[in-house]
């Protein structure tokens, strides 16, 4: 009962936890934190749309209620985090480059669908254990994992291109230097 009533408490945090902050003029060395955090979103993403697959999986071939338990509580802890991390990236949105702007544009929707699927998920454990097969469960820890995986994707092409732009000034100063222009 415990676990239940936890699982259900927690999942009202998840949506919150997605919502954007109020923006506020950052100093410009936020965008060095920025890529930090963009790198952490990266990994936490991953690990959720592991997990989520694994959820899903797990329910389709019926396994023991009892063994969701740990995924779904990672799933939600991480989406918090990314969450907050976001919330963190959207009140210094103007100290951004244009890069990390785009990248958290394009990830904020993609988190708040998996907020939203991951709370459904968690109503569903809640109501329907036995049948968690038969239930949506099944499909919203799967779009959790899609929407997650997805976030992953973008950022970690985001963060080899910002890399790439790095090395490619850094080639044209060197260049600039040796040839005295």
Known sequence: MNRTY??????????WSVAPAPGAPKP????????????QIDEWSADVA???????????????????????????????RIGSELQSLDSMRDALPPWEVKALDQTLPLMREAADNAEKAIQTYNSDRPHLFASSYVDDTAQ??????????????????????????????????????
């Open 50 to 80: 592991d997990s989520a697959f694994r959820l899903s999986e797990m329910a389709k071939s019926n396994r023991d209620s009892e063994s969701h338990l740990e995924g779904l509580t990672v799933m939600r802890e991480d989406i918090n």
């Open 144 to 181: 959790v994992s899609r929407d997650t995986d997805q976030v992953a994707s973008i950022l970690r092409d985001y963060l080899k291109l910002a890399k790439t732009r790095e090395r490619e000034d850094r080639l044209e100063r060197s260049l600039s230097t040796a040839s005295g222009f």
């Open 28 to 39: 410009e060395s936020q965008a060095t934190e920025a890529r930090a955090m963009f790198q």
């Open 6 to 15: 936890f699982l259900a408490a927690s999942a009202a945090f998840i949506l």
